[in-house]
């Protein structure tokens, strides 16, 4: 991977590919609304994106490939993330939970731990409540005995 690859955000290293998964996750239902364009536009401004680039990173989707975090917390905020992207129109489709399902999927989750994550993400998001919580929500389940 290239220093490229990265984006920093004051000292804190975010990999380009997490922020291309916003784009093909807004992109899921065929179209980007104007609510998941801002919300793009808002956060790649936090990454240090400029517009532009934000807007060629939009066009040049197509080429990427997503690879998943090592951690589980870093697992965990990719998710959430996707999720208030998911939640920007706030209308899910069903192909947006598909595709919130295929990355959890690929980040090693099994179905029990999908559905659950599913739920706290989404109810949480919907009820604002901060990621750190749900975060701990989700590990109750995760690793309930």
């Known amino acids: 991977m290239n220093f490229t690859d990265f984006i920093t955000d004051q000292g804190r290293k975010i990999n380009k590919s997490y922020f291309l998964t916003l784009i093909q996750v807004c992109r899921i239902d065929g179209k ?7 919300m793009l536009h808002r956060e790649g401004r936090k990454f240090g994106i400029t517009h532009p680039e934000i807007d060629n990173l939009i066009e040049a989707e197509s080429n990427h490939e997503y690879h998943t975090p090592y951690s589980l917390d870093e697992k965990f905020e990719q998710l959430y993330n996707v999720a208030v992207m998911i ?3 706030k ?7 598909k595709a919130l399902r295929r990355i959890a999927t690929e980040a090693g989750f099994n179905d029990a731990a999908i559905e659950s994550l599913r739920d706290i993400l989404l109810e949480g998001i919907t009820n604002n409540e901060d990621q750190e919580v749900l975060l701990e929500k989700f590990k109750k389940v995760l690793f309930k005995k």
């Open 32 to 38: 980007i609304s104007p609510a998941e364009l801002e």
């Open 87 to 89: 939640l920007a129109d």
């Open 91 to 97: 209308i899910v489709t069903e192909e947006e939970k």
